[in-house]
Structure formats: structure tokens, C-alpha cells
């Protein structure tokens, strides 16, 4: 199947700095990519959409100027998470669509951020 | 709002026992439907998938679900689980035909095997 990767897989960081987490489908173009937040025992909780050269879309209660999201390219989405604080401590996962909408969504591994 | 409910958070099993997860949704509309299953450590990976037509279908690692719309449900099973089954289900549920549709996943459920 398709394979989505993620950069960093996990990362530690100091309160009030910056974290950006990549997510790149390697052998296929996503037109459409998807990140999601899991917390322990929990399951993933959406946090925006993004289209290929378009601006994010956000689920309520996300802060799209604290989560930076950008789709430069078919291959590569970025979660940007701006002055990071303990609570923002979790695992980042994004998926990655190829086309229509009847395809599957592909996960990447995800990545954990640990903010001290 | 549409949501899916996954009714056990953990079950254990011994080897060779049979499995059946429970997976209901609500959304009275057409839906796609799926399996995803996260080994210890790994990423979510699909298990199987539902779009439409034979509402059993049959997935990877011997693993099944069968769609009763009436019921709305998509039950998870397997007839004779391994030791490697070990990991966390998640079932998912993606609302309508629209591209806009997004997958709602439910809380996942934890299946430990016992050898």
C-alpha cells in the first residue's frame, strides 16, 4: 500500500519555542492530507484538513495560529505548533488521501511531542 | 452530531478464542466504513474497508466485518485470534459521498491476547 512518513517521530522541546512536524507521502500525490491528534487511550481527534495550495481547514476548537499548517506541495504537509506549552504534549498523526473521495486515507506514524 | 461508538475498551482473549468488536454509528445517510488496526508502537494501518455492495467483507489477516444498515452497525470479527493480534481496533466512519466528509473515528477498543 502507500506509504506516508513522518519527521520528526518524536521531539522534545522547551515551553514557548516552536515545533514543526512533517508529513510526506513518498509514492503517491495527496491532494488532500489530514492531521489528527491522539491522546493516551484516546482516540484521534481531527485537527484540520488541508488541500494541495490552499489554505487549511480547521475543526472547531483548533487555533489555526497556534497549529501552522501548510500544503506547499502534493507530497509534503507541515503542523507548525507556535509557542509550544506542556498541554500541546501529544502524538501528531497525518494521513494523506490521493484523489477522489472514495479513496482511502493512508496514516503515517506519527510523531510525539513532548513539551517540558 | 454523527458519532461512533465503540462498546468494549478492552478485551482479553486467549488464543484461538473467536472475536467480535462492536462498532455502531450514527448517520442515517450513506456511509463509508472502515477497520483501521495500531500494533504496539506502529501506525494506524487499514484493515478493511466498506463503500458499498457485499456488505461482508473480508480484510486482511483473516479479519471480516459485516455492514447492517439497519442496525447501523460494522462489527469487527475474526474466528480464531493469534497472539500478534494484539493491538488497538479503531472503527471508522466517513458520512456521505461529499469530498468534504470527514472520518470520524470511534474511541478504539484494546484487544490483549493471551498465548
Known amino acids: 500500500g502507500a506509504v506516508v512518513s513522518q519527521h520528526p517521530s518524536w521531539v522534545i522541546c522547551k515551553s514557548g519555542t516552536s515545533v514543526k512536524i512533517e508529513c510526506r507521502s513518498l509514492?503517491?500525490?495527496?491532494?488532500?492530507m489530514f492531521w489528527y491528534r491522539q491522546f493516551p487511550k484516546q482516540s484521534l481527534m481531527l485537527m484540520a484538513t488541508s488541500n494541495e495550495g490552499s489554505k487549511a481547514t480547521y475543526e472547531q476548537g483548533v487555533e489555526k495560529d497556534k497549529f501552522l499548517i501548510n500544503h506547499a506541495s502534493l507530497t509534503l504537509s507541515t503542523l507548525t505548533v507556535t509557542s509550544a506549552h506542556p498541554e500541546d504534549s501529544s502524538f501528531y498523526i497525518c494521513?494523506?488521501?490521493?484523489?477522489?473521495?472514495?479513496?482511502?486515507?493512508?496514516f503515517g506514524p506519527g510523531t510525539r511531542l513532548l513539551v517540558l | 452530531a454523527q458519532s461512533v461508538s465503540q462498546h468494549n475498551h478492552h478485551v482479553i482473549l486467549s488464543e484461538a478464542a473467536s472475536l467480535e468488536l462492536g462498532c455502531n454509528y450514527s448517520y442515517g445517510g450513506t456511509v463509508n466504513l472502515f477497520w483501521y488496526v495500531q500494533y504496539p508502537g506502529q501506525h494506524l494501518q487499514l484493515l478493511l474497508k466498506?463503500?458499498?455492495?457485499?456488505?461482508l467483507v473480508k480484510g486482511i489477516k483473516g479479519f471480516e466485518a459485516e455492514f447492517i444498515k439497519s442496525k447501523f452497525s460494522f462489527n469487527l470479527r475474526k474466528p480464531s485470534v493469534q497472539w500478534s493480534d494484539t493491538a488497538e481496533y479503531f472503527c471508522?466512519?466517513?458520512?456521505?459521498?461529499?469530498?468534504?466528509?470527514?472520518?470520524?473515528f470511534g474511541s478504539g477498543t484494546r484487544l490483549s491476547i493471551r498465548p
Open positions: 466498506y463503500f458499498s455492495g457485499d456488505p
Open positions: 494521513s494523506a488521501r490521493q484523489g477522489s473521495n472514495q479513496e482511502t486515507q493512508y
Open positions: 471508522a466512519v466517513k458520512p456521505g459521498y461529499s469530498s468534504a466528509s470527514k472520518i470520524i
Open positions: 509514492d503517491f500525490q495527496a491532494t488532500t
